[in-house]
């Protein structure tokens, strides 16, 4: 089995264990199972220290749920980001949401729509980051020029918006090829925990802050 969907709280993968099914998580982890997946810590750190290195020190972030792995990394990377920069952790700009559109509408709108919102924000996925987009642009901010945004796994779509999204880049291909592998060597050593290195893809969502 390929699951594709793992919660760090999952009874599944447990049960599979315990039946001695092979399997392999995908994109997700349980920290325990077979895993086939991106440097989240490393992605949520290249998306938060692009926007530090473009001058940006007040920065949003928006998470996916805190029961997936994805979630937990990405912030873990954006913090030890901020950290390095010598910059403060506010938990209160720092959503944990779903990982829809919608939810990216909310939490941006919850962001932005007041007096003292970030020049910046991180979402932890590509439809966060369009729904951020979204309540940005009923706000009348100007993406590129009064907030930057930065999203991650680079779906085909996001270089195709009227502002084109920056994002880290997940190699798809990779993980799914050593997601096979895992899946099918007999060897318990080439079995645990892949991480394949994700890139960050500066586009027009990301300038300086006041240009």
């Not at 987009?133 to 993406?143: D, K, P, Q, V």
């Amino acid at each position: 089995m390929i699951l594709a969907t793992a919660r760090l709280d999952d009874e599944l993968p447990a049960s599979l264990r315990a039946r001695d099914i092979p399997h392999v998580l995908v994109l997700r982890t349980d920290r325990i199972s077979p895993s086939s997946l991106g440097d989240d810590e490393t992605g949520g750190y290249l998306a938060t220290r692009h926007l530090i290195d473009l001058g940006h020190h007040d920065i949003g972030m928006v998470t996916g749920p805190w029961f997936t792995s994805s979630a937990r990394d990405r912030r873990a990377g954006a913090e030890r980001a901020l950290r390095e920069a010598g910059l403060p952790i506010d938990d209160a700009r720092m959503l944990s949401v779903g990982y829809g559109v919608d939810d990216g509408i909310e939490a941006g709108t919850r962001l932005l729509d007041r007096p003292d919102r970030p020049t910046a924000v991180f979402a932890a996925n590509d439809n966060l980051a369009m729904g951020v987009l979204t309540a940005a642009s009923g706000l009348g901010l100007r993406i590129g020029a009064y907030l930057s945004i930065v999203g991650y796994n680079d779906i085909p779509l996001v270089s195709r918006l009227p502002v084109a999204l920056s994002s880290v880049r997940t190699p798809f291909e990779q993980i799914a090829s050593t997601a096979l592998q895992l899946l099918l060597s007999p060897e318990e050593g080439e079995r645990g925990i892949r991480m394949a290195l994700p890139t960050l893809i500066p586009r027009a969502s990301t300038a300086p802050p006041g240009r």
